[in-house]
């Protein structure tokens, strides 16, 4: 194990999460492939290994600090560009049902090409705007936990990835800076769409130090017939 492994390990035993060879092998197989193909095509802007390891996958299994994901079966990543965080949570709990969610069909090719050659199976690769895949019944009020992360405001995020969650279900907003002003916004959102936020917690990169947010909503009864509207109309005409 080298530096960089060590150091994801220490950051996530405080919270009883550990990492297997087999799982350090399929992360650092993901940079690799990562790094290949955003020669090619814009997945992200960050590629060098160390920083992967601390703001993709370490970002991304944050999620794991305040979501049990023993107890999720099914996960829906709306909009997961380049996987995250997804995939990372899915490596590391394997026993996920992962459906990830695009609307460029490149991303999703990168995505199935992934998963393949990490060896991951139960892992559905969408192309589809949410706002259309969330009418299918396959998709529509099924998943125990729905995810984005930096794709859109709350108020838009709500409408999104809502009507993917099961009632009883969780739809974790994984955003960057202090987002009290995106919540306020979007509280009538969370009334038409039968939700409710239950926190909002804070935390930082343990080495750049910037200021991450989960906030975390509880999908209380299913979706009403008249949402997610017609594809684009979140983004022109958010509810507020």
Not at 101 to 129: P, Q
Request: aromatic share 8%.
């Amino acid at each position: 194990m080298d530096q960089i492994q060590q150091q994801l390990l220490d950051w996530l035993a405080p919270h009883g999460i550990s990492v297997t060879e087999r799982q350090f092998e399929q992360l650092d197989q993901y940079v690799e492939i990562l790094a290949d193909w955003n020669e090619r095509m814009n997945l992200t802007g960050i590629t060098e290994r160390a920083a992967v390891y601390e703001k993709h996958f370490y970002d991304s299994l944050t999620l794991a600090f305040y979501v049990p994901m023993n107890k999720i079966n099914t996960m829906i990543d709306v909009g997961s560009g380049a996987g995250f965080p997804g995939i990372p949570l899915k490596i590391l709990f394997p026993h996920l049902k992962l459906t990830i969610i695009d609307s460029l069909n490149k991303r999703i090719g990168f995505l199935k090409h992934l998963a393949a050659e990490l060896g991951l199976e139960d892992v559905n690769c969408v192309h589809a705007r949410a706002e259309e895949a969330a009418r299918k019944p396959e998709h529509r009020d099924q998943y125990d936990l729905a995810t984005a992360r930096a794709v859109a405001r709350m108020n838009v995020l709500n409408e999104f990835c809502l009507p993917f969650v099961r009632p009883g279900g969780t739809f974790a907003a994984m955003k960057g800076n202090n987002p009290a002003e995106e919540i306020a916004e979007a509280s009538r959102s969370l009334q038409l769409l039968l939700a409710k936020r239950t926190a909002d917690h804070k935390l930082l990169l343990p080495l750049e130090q910037s200021e991450r947010h989960i906030v975390l909503v509880e999908k209380t009864g299913k979706t009403p017939k008249a949402y997610p509207r017609k594809p684009g109309t979140p983004m022109k005409e958010p509810l507020v």
